[in-house]
Nanobody, 125 residues
Framework: QVQLVESGGGLVQDGASLRLSCTAS????????MGWFRQAPGKEREFVAA???????TYSDSVKGRFTISRENAKNTVYLQMNSLKPEDTAVYYC???????????????????WGQGTQVTVSS
């Protein structure tokens, strides 16, 4: 059974940093794309960042230059380093994994097959 478990969320002040982690189990994810999405209250889940099996990275315009996605295949883990956090970054952050090997990193929800339960990030002003 495939599981994705996020951790690292919390309550921080405007301008602070957080690092989210997502550890996968049930299969090896080194050959597939992984992504981070977020959902704020009353809004749809939106793309944040993705990393392909090759290490290629894509970011949404709203986080580019502030967030960094990375992966550690030996630990089946993907990270999201979030710097210069803003109140508008407040949301539940979800980790996602594609099941198709050696493909490009999807930029929409429909491209991912496995999801974590989410971790809350709250940025106070």
């Amino acid at each position: 059974q495939v599981q994705l478990v996020e951790s690292g969320g919390g309550l921080v002040q405007d301008g602070a940093s957080l690092r989210l982690s997502c550890t996968a189990s049930g299969r090896t994810f080194s050959s597939v794309a992984m992504g981070w999405f977020r959902q704020a209250p009353g809004k749809e889940r939106e793309f944040v960042a993705a990393i392909a099996w090759s290490g290629g990275r894509t970011y949404s315009d709203s986080v580019k230059g502030r967030f960094t996605i990375s992966r550690e295949n030996a630990k089946n883990t993907v990270y999201l380093q979030m710097n210069s956090l803003k109140p508008e970054d407040t949301a539940v952050y979800y980790c996602a994994a594609d099941k198709r090997p050696y493909g490009p990193a999807p930029l929409n929800r429909e491209g991912y097959d496995y999801w974590g339960q989410g971790t809350q990030v709250t940025v106070s002003s």
